[in-house]
């Protein structure tokens, strides 16, 4: 394929030099960019937008458009595996994902059926193929997943939740059940991410959205150990180079130590703890991304700048940084806002890879 012009991301995740800190947004293809909500218009509905690899492809190249970033994120969602495999899979307007066929009972999960990425799927594979093409090397592609325990929180509870009654019911009430949904789910995230990679995504993300809704013993037992072992099943070479993998858990800034156990190469970071916080707890195991609040992004173009500043200096000099927000970027967000934060981080952080 096209070799990369700009790999400072792929660079950065490996812990090594580059001349300023690359970034990228979480949800950077999103409801904030006028241009996205006319393809989503078009497309008619969300479903019909992710399930589409043209448009797919459209929306991920549409903030390359704009700023000033350095890598593309697959657009899709977390929920295509459940979709997949045969859950049911809807989102109504203001209320988020709806599944239509809840697991809830062991025969409900005795009844879920092995994934084949390349059949069900076949889609998204599809939009990798054709976005790498598209970008023609510009930047690297970034494919994702939702970890086994996010995508079980909304496969057992129906959609979101709350507090999560019917998940956590299960988790203490029938764990043995718990772990073999779980189980279950990690082998068909593995087989999905790997199709990513053999596709064409050069890093990979796992989105740990509800782990910090767990108790630090449950986190270890439900959560980290499956994304665990996806990392440990995950194709970490192709084309010649090496697949980074990034871990993120909101809310998992005390498991940092353990996150970076767990075999990736970077960890995502909110914007909850201090980038210094996180640096001196997994030391230089791996790399990190993130963590300026989203909610920066609402304030005048001079405040972003310097939040900016903070969360460079926060991190401090060296390399292995991915600058990003801490989660996802808000759809009331002005592009304009979003533009400033760019700018500001490609003006202010050379001086820290000096």
């Avoid at 904030?32 to 218009?41: D, G, K, M, S, V």
């Avoid at 959609?159 to 999560?164: E, L, T």
């Avoid at 460079?312 to 940084?321: C, T």
């Amino acid at each position: 394929m096209t070799p990369l012009q700009n790999d400072l991301f792929l660079r950065a995740l490996a812990r090594q030099p580059t001349p300023r800190t690359p970034l990228w947004m979480m949800r950077q293809a999103g409801r904030y960019l006028p241009e996205y909500r006319a393809t989503r218009a078009r497309a008619g509905d969300f479903l019909t937008l992710c399930s589409t690899p043209e448009l797919a492809c459209e929306v991920t190249l549409q903030p390359l458009a704009r700023f000033r970033l350095d890598a593309a994120i697959l657009f899709s969602d977390i929920l295509t595996i459940p979709q997949a495999l045969g859950l049911g899979l809807e989102f109504e307007a203001g209320e988020g994902p709806r599944i239509d066929r809840p697991v809830r009972t062991a025969a409900d999960i005795a009844r879920l059926p092995t994934l084949d990425p390349e059949r069900e799927l076949r889609y998204v594979m599809d939009a990798v193929r054709l976005i790498r093409r598209e970008l023609g090397g510009r930047v690297p592609l970034i494919g994702f997943a939702g970890s086994p325990w996010t995508v079980a929180t909304y496969v057992v509870e129906g959609g979101g939740s709350k507090n999560f009654a019917r998940i956590k019911a299960m988790l203490y009430g029938a764990p043995a059940d718990a772990h073999r949904l779980l189980a279950h789910l990690a082998r068909a995230t593995t087989d999905y991410l790997n199709a990513q990679v053999a596709a064409g995504a050069q890093a990979l993300m796992v989105f740990d959205t509800w782990g910090g809704a767990l108790e630090p013993a449950a986190y270890r037992e439900f959560s980290l150990r499956y994304m665990a072992e996806i990392v440990a099943g995950l194709t970490r070479e192709h084309d010649g180079r090496r697949v980074p993998v990034i871990l993120f858990t909101k809310g998992g800034g005390a498991w940092l130590p353990e996150l970076a156990a767990a075999g990736a190469d970077a960890l995502g970071v909110d914007w909850t703890t201090d980038l210094a916080t996180a640096r001196a707890a997994v030391g230089d195991r791996v790399a990190l991304q993130g963590n300026l609040d989203p909610s920066v992004l609402y304030a005048p173009p001079a405040a972003i700048r310097a939040a900016v500043a903070r969360v460079l200096d926060s991190y401090g000099r060296g390399h292995g940084h991915v600058f990003n927000l801490g989660h996802g970027i808000h759809p009331d967000v002005p592009p304009e806002h979003a533009a400033a934060m760019v700018d500001a981080v490609h003006e202010l952080s050379p001086a820290y890879h000096r």
